[in-house]
């Protein structure tokens, strides 16, 4: 009898993430994933107890992607780290719709919806930048924030198209204003 062969956690999450860059978040099911891997859902339920816990583990890796866009677009050199970090998360948007809408426009509930690393960096950022306090800084990049997901969420849905140059100009304009306005409030 030859060896069975075994279909690892990684496997299997990276199958979800096709899914649901295919199909949505809605794909992701037990059957889905085993057809697309081309066997039973035995190993999915070998590797996870639950599907809330491969749904945990897509969301992680999802995720992993979109840090992976954060530093390639710091790497790039185009912008200033605060800005690649906006630019970053609209592309993402943008190339990734699907996995943008797993991350970023899921209800949040139930969920832990403490500030993110990134969101801790982006602050201390603009602290750095700005001579600023941390509540001042995190009002900053708070309205940036939502500034950059409404254009991503645009985006994502396919609502409407614009151009990176335009969404550059938009973000610099966007941040010079709220930046002037609270540095002015603060001293």
């Not at 780290?81 to 592309?91: D, V």
Request: net charge negative; with cysteine.
């Amino acid at each position: 009898m030859p060896p069975k062969v075994k279909i690892t956690k990684e496997e299997i999450v990276e199958a979800a993430l096709s899914l649901v860059r295919e199909n949505g978040s809605s794909a992701i099911n037990a059957r889905s994933i085993a057809s697309a891997l081309d066997c039973s859902t035995q190993p999915i339920f070998s590797n996870f107890a639950t599907m809330d816990e491969l749904q945990k583990a897509v969301i992680f890796a999802a995720y992993d992607r979109y840090l992976a866009f954060i530093e390639r677009e710091v790497k790039s050199g185009k912008y200033p780290q605060y800005k690649a970090f906006g630019m970053a998360y609209i592309r993402f948007a943008k190339e990734e719709k699907e996995l943008f809408k797993l991350l970023f426009m899921r209800d949040r509930t139930e969920e832990d919806t403490s500030p993110s690393p990134d969101f801790e960096e982006s602050v201390q950022m603009i602290m750095r930048a700005n001579g600023v306090s941390q509540e001042t800084a995190r009002l900053i990049h708070l309205e940036m924030w939502t500034c950059v997901h409404g254009i991503g969420t645009m985006l994502a849905t396919s609502f409407l198209s614009l151009e990176w140059e335009l969404i550059s100009n938009m973000l610099t304009e966007v941040y010079q204003g709220i930046r002037a306005r609270h540095v002015s409030e603060e001293r």
